[in-house]
């Protein structure tokens, strides 16, 4: 038991700092889903230790059972004093009595648990059956999507930085630039200082109904793992004078920066909201390789 106490204190005490490192890079955009999360993990691990708790004490009672039911040679002894006399023309006949069976409580307990989870575990699958899978739908609506295109998905890590890291993959693959993260977050930053008047009306805060400082919002972005939005798409679309298409399921294809003007290739991205366990993300998409039929 105090093992368990310990272990539970350790994970109570990371789930912790997990919260409350998402809860930094929550932006209003994600504040919402991430709340959501943060409540699921909480509440998935209170009934996980709950669960743990009742096992270890159910076994610890199992235990005493079978110590109860024991019996000492003393009171066997003095149960053997106290049995009456039988006749001796009955003697043949008891001797041949079939002995009495014994309840086997641990058993007992053990089934009754076992019936307990597969209950549990068939409440579950009949939940799910009538649950709506957007997860699934997402993905099945984003591959058609791609298909359309001809475009393919190459997944980026969902870390705070997605949105930077698919940008980073695709000026790569189609202006064959190298650009890390940092630089990116940084190119965003100094266009947006720039530009402050272009960019005001993204920056109004709809739980406090004011307007964030931009000095500070573009620290946050330097200096954190916050994650971008349209604002830092356009600011970076600016920059490397291109489009930037938005894919999403669902909804028509987001253009941003799109002009008639002579500009450098366009750069693709996919947009998931259902998909990812922490919220919105955006994945790279390339363009299909085409398949080359060896000559006969």
Request: glycine share 4%.
């Amino acid at each position: 038991m105090e093992e368990l106490i310990q272990r539970h204190k350790k994970e109570n005490k990371d789930l912790i700092a997990t919260i409350t490192g998402l809860k930094k890079q929550a932006t209003k955009k994600n504040r919402k889903s991430v709340l959501e999360k943060c409540q699921e993990l909480d509440a998935s691990l209170k009934k996980r230790h709950a669960a743990e708790l009742a096992m270890l004490n159910e076994s610890d009672d199992v235990g005493g059972e079978e110590n109860d039911d024991g019996v000492s040679p003393e009171q066997l002894l003095a149960e053997m004093s106290l049995a009456p006399e039988t006749p001796s023309d009955t003697s043949n006949e008891a001797s041949h009595a079939a002995p009495c069976k014994r309840r086997n409580r641990q058993k007992e307990r053990l089934d009754k648990r076992k019936a307990e989870i597969e209950k549990m575990q068939r409440e579950a699958r009949e939940e799910a059956l009538n649950t709506t899978d957007y997860r699934q739908i997402e993905i099945d609506s984003m591959n058609q999507l791609l298909s359309l295109h001809n475009l393919e998905l190459h997944e980026i890590k969902p870390d705070g930085h997605c949105l930077f890291a698919a940008i980073e993959d695709q000026l790569r693959e189609r202006h064959h630039i190298q650009r890390s993260i940092q630089e990116l977050r940084d190119l965003a930053s100094d266009h947006i200082l720039a530009n402050q008047d272009d960019f005001v009306p993204f920056l109004f805060d709809e739980t406090t109904c004011k307007v964030r400082d931009v000095d500070n919002y573009c620290s946050e972005l330097r200096t954190t793992a916050m994650w971008g939005s349209d604002m830092e798409v356009l600011a970076l679309a600016r920059i490397f004078h291109c489009c930037v298409t938005i894919h999403m399921a669902g909804a028509p294809s987001l253009k941003i920066n799109e002009s008639e003007e002579e500009q450098e290739p366009e750069l693709q991205l996919g947009y998931y909201k259902h998909s990812y366990g922490l919220g919105e993300h955006y994945n790279s998409l390339r363009d299909k390789k085409k398949i080359v039929e060896p000559k006969e």
